[in-house]
């Protein structure tokens, strides 16, 4: 996860410094918009700190619908389908750490917090980077077979939790319509996300995703 942090530290940054520049439109973004997306999750459930970065790496694929309020505030709604990783099996085991996949839908509320206008006063910036809070769930199911310890007990039923999520979306204005954005996000799950309940009380999420933004 410290991996994933400095990638949404680093994003911050160069396109906070690029949001200085002034678009050449006249129209500014507002109202409502619609995209989709796609990326890879990084998944943070139990035993997955025992992992190779590249192991824990699956795909997503999303649809969002905003809507922008004033020049600061926004509301969004993101769902997708995806895939997340998590393994049985500890380290201190002296036993192989053994990986399962399962299957995911999840859905998310955001607030959006536009930064860009925050540090430039102004709407018409080439590059909008923006901070946003959700709530939101998960239904998880096909955990997969998985040759675990007697005493790691995989569920078999599908899953829902409650999650919370935390991130950076920048969006790069191709035209007065048109947007490419990436949104680096982490969230966490109730611990039942993964099939097990166990460990740590929560399963963690981290997700960059690009995309395409219609406004209208």
């Known amino acids: 996860m410290k991996r994933i ?5 680093l994003i911050a940054l160069s396109i906070s410094a690029s949001a200085q520049t002034k678009a050449q439109y006249t129209n500014e973004y507002k109202g409502w918009y619609v995209g989709v ?3 890879i ?3 943070g459930n139990e035993n997955a700190k025992y992992g190779n970065f590249a192991e ?3 795909g997503t694929a999303l649809v969002s619908v905003g809507y922008k309020l004033d ?5 969004r709604a993101m769902g997708g389908y995806g895939t997340n990783v998590s393994a049985t099996n500890v380290k201190e085991s002296h036993a192989p750490i053994d990986y399962y ?7 998310f509320v955001d607030a959006t917090l536009d930064l860009s206008y925050l540090m430039t006063k102004r709407n018409d910036c080439a590059v909008d980077l923006k901070a946003f809070l959700g709530i939101g769930a998960g239904i998880a199911w096909d955990y997969g077979e998985s040759e675990v310890l007697p005493w790691y007990h ?3 039923t599908t899953q829902f939790a409650i999650a919370l999520r935390a991130g950076l979306s920048a969006e790069y204005r191709i035209n007065n319509r048109i947007g490419a954005t990436v949104d680096a996000a982490l969230a966490g799950f109730q611990d039942n996300f993964n099939g097990v309940s166990a460990g740590i009380f929560y399963d963690l999420r981290g997700t ?3 995309g395409v933004v219609y406004h209208f």
């Open 5 to 9: 942090a400095l990638a949404i530290a």
């Open 37 to 39: 997306h796609g990326g």
């Open 41 to 43: 999750n990084y998944s």
């Open 56 to 58: 824990l790496l699956t």
């Open 71 to 75: 020049d600061i505030w926004g509301v």
């Open 101 to 107: 996949t399962l299957k995911d839908a999840t859905g």
């Open 154 to 156: 995989i569920t078999k």
């Open 208 to 210: 960059l995703a690009f």
